[in-house]
């Protein structure tokens, strides 16, 4: 597929890749490369100028395919109602979102808790905002998740943490946009893909994993 911001040279040239259901993929390269492009043809947010994004399964909802940005959007609104959009989800199915996200002690400094209106000194931080749009696309059980860049406001515990989540999400085709990201946290995903001035030039299995086969 092919895209170009109007006006400039920039996007993304020629990129094909198959993404097998349920597997893992990091995109990495420098800014600008290309990674968050490619996220957003894949997620739908952008069309192509040439070529066509094809799921390789069959999706019945909106819910199916969902693109988890670096900032995500918080209204000023309750903690529930950021969470639900809308929706009916039980408590424990929002607790237990929050707390995958690493957001329990956000959670636990609420005096209200999912009823606090997250504005003033309840505001979320960018970190905390980020993981409050991943918790959203937690509870909707997504079966494609499209993340771009949301531990980059993380420290290096709490990225792990999040990392660690995103990979063992079963049966969920990820695909993770990162620049940061340590050997060991690479490691656990089937391909890692490099990006260089929108063209993909590198694509395999993570050195980490294949210094274990090696070792098998």
């Known amino acids: 597929m092919t895209f170009h911001y109007p006006g400039t040279h920039n996007g993304v040239e020629g990129f094909g890749y198959t993404f097998a259901p349920g597997k893992k993929y990091l995109l990495t390269g420098a800014s600008g490369g290309g990674r968050s492009t490619v996220a957003q043809l894949v997620a739908g947010l952008y069309r192509c100028e040439a070529g066509t994004v094809e799921y390789p399964c069959t999706l019945h909802s909106a819910h199916e395919v969902l693109y988890v940005p670096q900032q995500a ?68 059980r997504p079966r494609v998740l499209i993340c771009d860049e949301v531990t980059a406001h993380l420290d290096g515990a709490t990225a792990q943490q999040i990392d ?53």
């Not at 607790?95 to 005096?111: D, K, S, V, Y």
């Not at 079963?170 to 990006?195: C, F």
């Open 164 to 216: 660690a989540l995103l990979t063992a999400l079963p049966g969920v085709l990820l695909l993770n946009v990162s620049h940061k990201i340590s050997e060991a946290a690479a490691g656990r995903y089937d391909e890692v893909l490099r990006l260089e001035n929108g063209r993909l030039v590198e694509s395999g299995p993570p050195p980490a994993r294949n210094r274990r086969q090696g070792a098998g």
């Open 73 to 140: 959007h918080v209204f000023q609104d309750t903690l529930r109602n950021n969470l639900a959009l809308g929706e009916d989800f039980t408590e424990d199915a929002m607790h237990e979102a929050l707390r995958a996200c690493c957001l329990t002690e956000f959670l636990a400094g609420l005096p209200n808790g999912l009823d606090e209106v997250l504005r003033d000194r309840y505001a979320c931080s960018g970190g905390e905002a980020a993981r409050l749009g991943l918790a959203r696309a937690i509870l909707r």
